[in-house]
Structures are given as structure tokens and as C-alpha cells.
């Protein structure tokens, strides 16, 4: 029997960590994610500080595309105070990065810039440039949440740039679709429409569920802001479809705020409703209620509905649907959809 090689064992789990960050960066969340639960187990019997905080790392990724916060969290904290006791600016740059977009998703947009440009400093420090792409695409983000659109559109632009050069196509995607969300914002649907349509079908041939759901919802509610119902309907549905496989609430709840919309168009008033508390109640329990910049598409649509139907009507059906589960209605919606 071969003699038992420490060195050779860290080597091993190293390669496995890299192959279940790999994993995440392609969307291969099931798998990904099972691996690195084995490795961090691996890291800590070894004792392998770094090994530990970047599978925590990892870790706190995965429990992003689940929209599990406090496991993302609670990972990159805890990530982030081992790189510090080792002195890793590359350990340091990643969970910042990840502690930035949860402060995005609460609303903390002061925090999140200020952290987004703390990774900034930390990949030109390290010449990674593909890392400054997508940082230069966070504060895009931030920029555009707080409604300064030449900013946001600037600095997505030379994000672009930066990804196309490196022929970094997530990256290129997380910076074309904030040019996307940009226009569509400012009213330019045609313009929105055509940043996002190339990458609806690269998502798809990469089975990446969170990425499509996102395009989806975007084209979706193009198509219910133009007036055409069938088109909403279509994207919405596949939307949900593909939010359903990442067992994320806030990604489910966008899409069923989507058909929420379209349903309002196809005079379907009470089931819009209805999913609008559904989905409320779902960010809610999610811990990560709308905050006030991202509730224009729910307020266009409530508005709307409000005006069918009138505030009380209105009141007592969004209570009807908080009270509904986020999972079941998805399924009940894939099964039972309305027609216009």
C-alpha cells in the first residue's frame, strides 16, 4: 500500500475546490455545490486555513444562486476573516466581492459601492483584469439603482470592453445586461431588447438557470410594457420554469411578478394580484424585501391593477395570495396557466 502523502492529498482537494468554484461560474449548481461541501470537510481535517475560506467562499456563492442569505452571509464573513488572518488580497478581493452584492440586494447602496470599489482597488492591485470587469459592472449596478444612468452606462460600457478583450463571456453578460436594464429604465425597449437577446440562448445552451430567468423576466416585462400580452405570457412562463430549477425565492418571485403583469393585460385581474402577494410574501421570508429602487415594474403593474379593480379589491386579493407558498404556485402556474 502506498504511503499516506499529505501534500499529495492538499493537491487533490485544491483541484477539487477549483473544479466546484468552476462549477458555480457555469451554473452547474447541484453538482457544484455538493462538491464543495466534501471539500470543505476535507480542508478542515487537513487544516488548510486557506483551503477553509476559499471553499467557504464557494460556499457563500452557491447560497447566492439559492438565495439563501444568511448562508451567504455567514460563509463570507467567516471567509473573510480567515484571508485577513493570512494576508490574501485574492481571498479578500472574492469575498468582498460577494459581501458587496449582498449588500446590494438589501438595499445598502452605499455600503455595496463602497465595497465594490474596495475590489476594484484590490483586482488593479493584483492586474487581474478580468475581476475588474465585473466590479467596473458592479458600480454600474449601484449607479443605475440610484438612477444615475450616464454613470451606470459609462461604467458598463468599459466593463464590456475590458470582458470582450478577455474573451470573458460572463463577465461580458453581467455588463451587457446592466446596459440592458439601463435602457429599458430610460424607456429605450428596442435598445434593451437587443443587449439582451444573444444572451438568451447562450444561456440556455449552458443550462444556466439564473442567468435565464433573469433575461427572461427582462424580455418579459419588455413585452407587457409595449402592450403584448402573448409575448409576456410566453417569457414570463419560461422564466419561471428556469427561476423553479435555482430553488431561489427572489428569482421565483421576480418571474411571478412578471406573469403578475401579464395577466393584467389579459384581463385576468384577481390571479395577477394574487401573485403579486405571492411573490411578496416570498422576498419577504427571503429576507430580502424589494427595496424602493427596484419596485418599479410591481408598482407599474399594481397601478394598473388598481385602477381595474379598486384599492379594496385589491387589498383583499394580495392578502389571499401572502398567504399562498412561492414553490406551490410555481408549480401550480407551469401546470394550470391562464390564457389571454
Not at 248 to 276: K, M, N, T
Request: include cysteine.
Amino acid at each position: 500500500m502506498d504511503a499516506y502523502d499529505p501534500a499529495s492529498t492538499l493537491e487533490s482537494t485544491r483541484a477539487q475546490w477549483f473544479l466546484a468554484h468552476a462549477q458555480w461560474t457555469v451554473g452547474a449548481l447541484v453538482a457544484g455545490e455538493q462538491r464543495v461541501e466534501r471539500v470543505l470537510v476535507r480542508f478542515r481535517t487537513l487544516r488548510d486555513a486557506w483551503g477553509t475560506a476559499a471553499a467557504l467562499t464557494t460556499r457563500a456563492c452557491f447560497a447566492l444562486a439559492r438565495g439563501d442569505l444568511e448562508s451567504l452571509r455567514g460563509n463570507a464573513e467567516d471567509a473573510r476573516a480567515l484571508f485577513a488572518e493570512l494576508g490574501d488580497l485574492w481571498g479578500r478581493l472574492k469575498t468582498t466581492d460577494v459581501l458587496g452584492r449582498l449588500a446590494e440586494i438589501n438595499g445598502d447602496y452605499d455600503r455595496a459601492a463602497q465595497l465594490h470599489r474596495e475590489s476594484l482597488r484590490i483586482a488593479q492591485a493584483l492586474e487581474t483584469w478580468p475581476e475588474m470587469s465585473t466590479k467596473l459592472s458592479g458600480l454600474g449596478r449601484i449607479a443605475l439603482l440610484t438612477q444615475r444612468y450616464d454613470e451606470a452606462d459609462d461604467l458598463h460600457t468599459r466593463a464590456l470592453r475590458l470582458a470582450v478583450g478577455q474573451g470573458n463571456q460572463p463577465a461580458e453578460q453581467f455588463a451587457a445586461l446592466g446596459l440592458a436594464l439601463s435602457a429599458r429604465r430610460q424607456g429605450r425597449l428596442d435598445a434593451a431588447e437587443e443587449w439582451l437577446r444573444p444572451w438568451l440562448a447562450w444561456n440556455r445552451r449552458r443550462g444556466d438557470g439564473p442567468g435565464l430567468a433573469l433575461v427572461l423576466a427582462e424580455l418579459g416585462f419588455i413585452a407587457e410594457q409595449r402592450g403584448d400580452t402573448g409575448r409576456a405570457l410566453a417569457y414570463h412562463r419560461d422564466g419561471l420554469a428556469a427561476a423553479a430549477t435555482t430553488k431561489d425565492p427572489r428569482s421565483v418571485a421576480l418571474a411571478l411578478e412578471g406573469l403578475a403583469g401579464a395577466y393584467s393585460l389579459a384581463g385576468a385581474a384577481q390571479r395577477a394580484i394574487r401573485l403579486l402577494g405571492t411573490a411578496a410574501a416570498a422576498r419577504e421570508r427571503a429576507g430580502a424585501p424589494h427595496p424602493p429602487a427596484e419596485q418599479g415594474d410591481v408598482e407599474r403593474i399594481s397601478g394598473r391593477l388598481r385602477a381595474t379593480v379598486g384599492e379594496a379589491a385589491y387589498t383583499h386579493e394580495f392578502s389571499v395570495g401572502t398567504q399562498r407558498d412561492h414553490e406551490s404556485q410555481a408549480t401550480a402556474e407551469s401546470t394550470h396557466p391562464a390564457t389571454p
